[in-house]
C-alpha cells in the first residue's frame, strides 16, 4: 500500500498546460482502469476533477483531461486559469485497498 | 444537495478513542459506498477505510488495520469510525467521502482529530 508517486510540484503561466504524472504498480494504476483526480485548494475539502481514467463529472471544465499508460496515469489541465492554483492527487483502485498519489502542488505564474 | 457533516473529533491522549460519525443527506445512503479519508497537518491525503453499502465489503489501510473500525447503519444514514489506540502519527482532518471504485464524488467539510498529551 505505498503512496503514488507523483511530482512535488508543476506550474504554467495562464493559458498554458501542465500534465501531472501519477505512477504505480500493476497492482492498482496499471491493473484497474480506476483511476481518479482530486483538487484541493487551501482549508477546502478535496473536489473530483476526473473519474475511470478519464471521465469528467458533470460541471468540470473541459480544460482538465486524464490519461493512463501502462503503470502510469496523467491529468492535464489545458489552458490555465488562476484559479487552477492548487494540490492536485490522484487515487486508484485496488483489489482490497485504495492508494493516493503524494501529492502536486500546481502553481499558476 | 448532497450534504456530508463529519462531527465526533477532538482531542485525545495517545492510547486513547474516539469514534467519529458522518450524517449523510441528499443521496441514496443506503446503495452508495462509503469511505474515510485523512490529512495530517501540512500532508496529502491517506486513504483510511471503505465499505460497501450492505456492510459486506469492509478494507483498512495496513497503517490503521487493527485499531480503526469503519460501520454505518443505512437507518440512520449515518458512517462512523471507532478508533482505538490512538497514535500521535493519527493526528489529522478525517473526511468521509461517497463513491466506490476510487471515485470519491462527494466529500464532507472534515473533523479534527488531535492526539497528544
Known amino acids: 500500500q505505498s503512496a503514488l508517486t507523483q511530482p512535488p510540484s508543476a506550474s504554467g503561466s495562464p493559458g498554458q498546460s501542465v500534465t501531472i504524472s501519477c505512477t504505480g504498480t500493476s497492482s492498482d494504476v496499471g491493473g484497474y482502469n480506476y483511476v481518479s483526480w482530486y483538487q484541493q485548494h487551501p482549508g477546502k475539502a478535496p473536489k473530483l476533477m476526473i473519474y475511470e481514467v478519464s471521465k469528467r463529472p458533470s460541471g468540470v471544465p473541459d480544460r482538465f483531461s486524464g490519461s493512463k499508460s501502462g503503470n502510469t496515469a496523467s491529468l492535464t489541465v489545458s489552458g490555465l486559469q488562476a484559479e487552477d492554483d492548487a494540490d492536485y492527487y490522484c487515487?486508484?483502485?485496488?483489489?482490497?485497498?485504495?492508494?493516493f498519489g503524494t501529492g502536486t502542488k500546481v502553481s499558476v505564474l | 444537495e448532497v450534504q456530508l457533516v463529519e462531527s465526533g473529533g477532538g482531542l485525545v491522549q495517545p492510547g486513547g478513542s474516539l469514534r467519529l460519525s458522518c450524517e449523510a443527506s441528499g443521496f441514496t445512503f443506503s446503495t452508495s459506498s462509503m469511505n474515510w479519508v485523512r490529512q495530517a497537518p501540512g500532508k496529502g491525503l491517506e486513504w483510511v477505510s471503505s465499505?460497501?453499502?450492505?456492510?459486506?465489503?469492509?478494507y483498512h489501510a495496513e497503517s490503521v488495520k487493527g485499531r480503526f473500525t469503519i460501520s454505518r447503519d443505512n437507518a440512520k444514514n449515518s458512517l462512523y469510525l471507532q478508533m482505538n489506540s490512538l497514535r500521535d502519527e493519527d493526528t489529522a482532518v478525517y473526511y468521509c467521502a461517497q463513491g466506490s471504485f476510487g471515485a470519491f464524488g462527494y466529500w464532507g467539510q472534515g473533523t479534527l482529530v488531535t492526539v497528544s498529551s
Open positions: 465499505i460497501s453499502d450492505t456492510s459486506s465489503y469492509i
Open positions: 487515487l486508484s483502485y485496488a483489489d482490497n485497498y485504495r492508494v
